[in-house]
């Protein structure tokens, strides 16, 4: 047990640091942007909602190079696992080519759609289309820290990722505000920071991989053979499409909070932003879970494979019970450090309360998502988490217009849904054929 549990978390801790950077670097561009007023920053919260949809269309071949990946090293068949790296590879490209002109064509109907002021829309419109352009250059980044994950070298790639994020950070003032001889760029300038930070950073990511031989000669990589393909797409398709609709499901419940003002808005953005202490812990046991089953399954230890998702499932509940305890005590106090904002700190408050009840859960749900990825039925996880992310909105509305529900009415709304998800996933990973 004591082994299994220093294994989880050797993996888990990487990953958790590397996700809490990301969280800072959103952090930072929040305090940055807050001084452009909260309309600004209520509009790049509705960018994030729409990002949030592109990253998770990305795991169409990012979630199944990594399940792959890993089965491969588990059973220790290199060849293997640099043909499936290198066709995620080209299958991904040509996906984020597809979302690129797509998002570009779209963003503004969608911005508009949301409700959003007029200052806060164009906010939105400058920040994203930046993002937009850069999605092969995020494609690549992202798919090459799955493949370090499949290996179980989680430290490399969120070093690596720590690195962009500092640069970033750096950057963000300069082309914002204009310091020095730099422009005036606005919302435009953060996300210009972000794309110039990701680039980097890719390019370290692939130079480490190559270092360490996770990865076939990149020159390699003009051969396109399709083999894997139906594989790679089979596995991530239906958790990246759990993952799309919780991440659309935000722009729809957008048009519920909007109509109580656009501080409401900035608070869900800034409370994110302080619940995503708890998220980036649980994404990182997430992708503990999901490396180590899927290496046990290579490896056809299949009970192994069950008792990691397990002893994943008790670790994040010990972990995430102070978290809960902190949004339930002192939200306040949190949305304080953000916002000096009385409304925007009372409406993110109400909503760590409610999420304070049940966060746990999330954890839950995270680990047996990647519980699902490591064996490779993903299925099942699409057939709960759906129904139960696109409920939200149903409830939510019912709550509001029909009881005559206030803002706090949304925010049970989400946070039953988590519920939900965390125990009818764990029930139902129990279930799967693999251990039958």
């Not at 509305?397 to 949304?410: E, N």
Request: with cysteine; proline share 3%.
């Amino acid at each position: 047990m004591k082994s299994l549990n220093k294994q989880i978390l050797r993996l888990a801790w990487p990953v958790i640091w590397g996700q809490l950077g990301m969280l800072a670097f959103d952090l930072v561009d929040v305090f940055w942007m807050a001084k452009l007023g909260t309309e600004t920053v209520a509009g790049v919260a509705a960018a994030a909602f729409l990002d949030w949809a592109v990253y998770s269309l990305m795991g169409i071949t990012t979630i199944g190079c990594a399940t792959l990946v890993s089965h491969a090293v588990g059973a220790r068949n290199q060849k293997e696992a640099y043909d499936v790296s290198r066709e995620s590879f080209h299958l991904g490209l040509l996906v984020s080519i597809f979302l690129l002109f797509v998002l570009w064509m779209g963003s503004p109907f969608i911005f508009h759609w949301m409700g959003l002021d007029a200052k806060a829309y164009q906010a939105a419109l400058s920040y994203y289309q930046v993002l937009i352009v850069g999605t092969p250059i995020f494609f690549t980044f992202i798919l090459t820290g799955q493949i370090f994950n499949a290996y179980g070298d989680t430290k490399t790639s969120n070093f690596i990722l720590t690195g962009a994020i500092l640069l970033n950070t750096v950057l963000d003032p300069f082309f914002i505000f204009g310091w020095g001889p730099f422009p005036e760029w606005g919302a435009f300038g953060a996300s210009f920071a972000t794309v110039i930070s990701f680039t980097v950073g890719m390019g370290a990511r692939l130079y480490f991989l190559r270092k360490k031989g996770h990865v076939d000669s990149l020159t390699t990589y003009g051969k396109v053979s399709g083999v894997y393909f139906n594989r790679i797409l089979s596995i991530g398709i239906p958790t990246a499409s759990a993952r799309v609709i919780w991440s659309l499901v935000y722009p729809l419940l957008s048009t519920l909070i909007t109509p109580f003002g656009m501080s409401a808005m900035a608070a869900l953005t800034m409370a994110h932003r302080i619940e995503g202490i708890a998220y980036c812990t649980a994404y990182g046991f997430s992708v503990a879970v999901s490396t180590l089953v899927g290496q046990n399954i290579g490896r056809k230890d299949i009970q192994a494979a069950r008792h990691v998702a397990y002893q994943g499932r008790r670790l994040i509940t010990v972990i995430l019970l102070p978290m809960s305890l902190l949004f339930l005590l002192i939200p306040e106090v949190l949305m304080g450090f953000l916002s000096q904002d009385p409304q925007v700190i009372g409406h993110g408050a109400s909503y760590l309360k409610v999420i304070g009840f049940l966060e746990i859960f999330l954890g839950w749900e995270m680990v047996f998502e990647g519980g699902f990825n490591g064996v490779g039925q993903t299925r099942p996880y699409m057939l709960i988490s759906v129904p139960l992310t696109l409920a939200r909105y149903p409830l939510a509305y019912f709550l509001v217009h029909t009881l005559g529900g206030g803002i706090q009415s949304i925010w049970w709304a989400i946070s039953l849904s988590t519920l939900s998800k965390g125990v009818s996933l764990n029930l139902a990973f129990e279930k799967l054929r693999v251990f039958k």
